[in-house]
C-alpha cells in the first residue's frame, strides 16, 4: 500500500507545469495537443480468449499473458510536422493508463510519458524528442524504477 502511494506521489510530482495529459480507459483514437505538439494514441482491445502467442514478449504492463489493452498507433506532430515513429517505440508498452506531453527546459525539447501497469507490471514510459526527431526512450518499472528498465536510443539519418 506505502509503495502504491509513494508511486502515484512521484508520477504527480514528475508532471511539469507546461504539461497536458490524459487518462486512457477504453479502446479507440485519443488525442491531445498543447499548441506546439499534437499526439494521437490508438488503443485496441488485446486478446482476451484463447493462447496468446506472444505472451512471452511482454515486458511492460503485462507478465506471461496478453495485455487486456495494447498501443496499436502513435502519431506525433512537432509544429504540424509529422514525426516519424517506430513501431518499436511503443509496441511493448501493455495496459497504458495515461499519456502526457511534457514540455523540456531547453527549446524544442519535449518528452511524451505513457504510464501503464498495475503493481508488479506497472512502467512509466518517456519518449524525449528534439524537434520533429526521436530521440530516446526510457521505460522504468513502476515499482523498482532505479533496478528495472530499458533505455533505447535513435539516431536517424535526416536530410534537411
Not at 69 to 76: A, F, G, H, K
Not at 98 to 108: M, N, P
Request: aromatic fraction near 8%.
Amino acid at each position: 500500500m506505502i509503495r502504491e502511494i509513494a508511486f502515484a506521489l512521484l508520477l504527480l510530482l514528475s508532471l511539469s507545469v507546461d504539461a497536458a495529459a490524459i487518462s486512457l480507459n477504453r479502446a479507440g483514437v485519443t488525442t491531445l495537443s498543447d499548441g506546439l505538439v499534437k499526439v494521437t494514441l490508438g488503443l485496441e482491445s488485446g486478446r482476451t480468449t484463447g493462447p496468446c502467442p506472444s505472451a512471452g514478449s511482454w515486458r511492460w504492463g503485462s507478465e506471461q499473458v496478453c495485455p487486456e489493452q495494447r498501443i496499436s498507433s502513435l502519431e506525433v506532430r512537432y509544429q504540424r510536422q509529422a514525426v516519424f515513429i517506430p513501431y518499436s517505440a511503443f509496441a511493448d508498452l501493455g495496459n497504458p493508463s495515461s499519456v502526457a506531453i511534457e514540455r523540456g527546459s531547453s527549446g524544442g525539447t519535449y518528452s511524451i510519458k505513457i504510464v501503464g501497469g498495475e503493481a508488479a507490471t506497472s512502467y512509466v514510459a518517456v519518449l524525449k524528442f528534439k524537434g520533429g526527431l526521436l530521440l530516446e526512450k526510457v521505460v522504468r518499472h513502476g515499482e523498482f524504477p532505479a533496478s528495472a528498465w530499458e533505455k533505447t536510443l535513435y539516431n536517424f539519418n535526416v536530410m534537411q
